[in-house]
Structure formats: C-alpha cells, structure tokens
C-alpha cells in the first residue's frame, strides 16, 4: 500500500510540475492530486525537493537501466543504436510531460543536485560509449572519440526540442530519420 501511495505521489508531482514552474507548485496540490493528505504526502517525502529530487533520479536510473540493457543484448552495434534511439523516442511519447518537467524546473536545483545530475548523465553516456566502441570495432562507426560520440548521441535524443519534435508525426518514422541522421549526418555526399 505504500508504495502504491508512493507511486500516487509521483504521479500528481510529475503531472503539476509538467504544467508549472517548481515554485509555484505546492505540497497541498501534490497531496491532493493525490487523493492523499498533506500529512501522508510529509511521511512519504521530507518537502518538495526531495519529492522532485525522487523523480529525476528515478528517470535518470531508468534510463540508465534500460541502456545497459541494450549493450547486453546479442545486435550489432547498428541495431543496439536503432534499438536505443527507439526506446528513447517510445519512452518520451509515453511521458512526454516529463520533458516539460524538466525544462521548466531544472534551472530551479541546487549547485549539488545538479553536480548528481551531471553524475548520472555521465554514466549514461559511458553506457552508450561503450555502444560506439562496439560499432568502431565493427568498422561501422567512424574511429573518434566514444564519448564524444555518445554525448553528442544523447544531445540530439534529449533535446529540448524532442517534445516539438514528436508531438508534430509519427514515431516509427521519427526513429527512423534520427537513426537515419545519427548515423550519415546531413551531407548529401555519398559515403
């Protein structure tokens, strides 16, 4: 049952911090977003930081995950690219609020949350290197750095304007023109 409470609570965060700037959002309507008190929502979360800290770190570990995953499987590096940019893109159309979130509270954390943020963003992009080092050895991907490349991998994924982006066509064919993108650039040359 807590964690049911506890799902609850993210939720109704997520939702009113989507739609509002961290400050303006209060406790009270987390709590009765809800449908608990503000006492239950106190003994589930120490304040509004907390809550929101939660919520990234929670993201921040999903994807992080769900990207390990990938480089475990048995594809090609082609195909773990494919696959990744597929999960990233399916993942954001099924919370696309969570980008507003960020965009509209990130520049409202501390000094040290960010330093975490950077953190795991960091892990995140040494995750897909190790993706890039795979496709270099294939011959697939050009030999530069890999974490360079994956940082830049992940920059066109985690836009800002990945929201405008998808909200305006279908997914599958979004996939496949970032893959596409990623991996020839935008040079009509013919390699």
């Known amino acids: 049952m807590a964690e049911d409470t506890r799902g609850k609570i993210l939720k109704s965060a997520v939702q009113l911090f989507s739609k509002n700037n961290y400050h303006v959002v209060s406790m009270s309507e987390i709590a009765e977003g809800a449908g608990i008190s503000k006492g239950t929502l106190y003994w589930h979360f120490d304040s509004k930081e907390d809550l929101f800290r939660e919520i990234t770190i929670n993201g921040m570990n999903y994807f992080n995950n769900q990207f390990k995953k990938i480089v475990q499987t048995d594809q090609n590096s082609n195909e773990k690219i494919h696959h990744l940019i597929k999960f990233v893109l399916n993942t954001l159309v099924e919370h696309l609020n969570m980008i507003d979130v960020f965009r509209n509270n990130v520049e409202l954390i501390s000094n040290e949350f960010k330093d975490t943020i950077e953190a795991k963003h960091k892990e995140n992009i040494d995750v897909v290197a190790e993706i890039i080092k795979q496709g270099i050895d294939e011959g697939i991907i050009k030999n530069e750095n890999p974490?360079?490349?994956?940082?830049?991998?992940?920059?066109?994924?985690?836009?800002?304007?990945?929201?405008?982006?998808?909200?305006?066509?279908q997914v599958e064919k979004k996939i496949n023109f970032i893959y596409d993108f990623i991996m020839n650039g935008i040079s009509r040359k013919e390699n």
Request: glycine letters at 0%; zero cysteines; a negative charge.
């Open 147 to 169: 974490v360079d490349i994956s940082t830049m991998l992940l920059s066109v994924l985690f836009t800002p304007q990945t929201k405008e982006l998808l909200d305006h066509a």
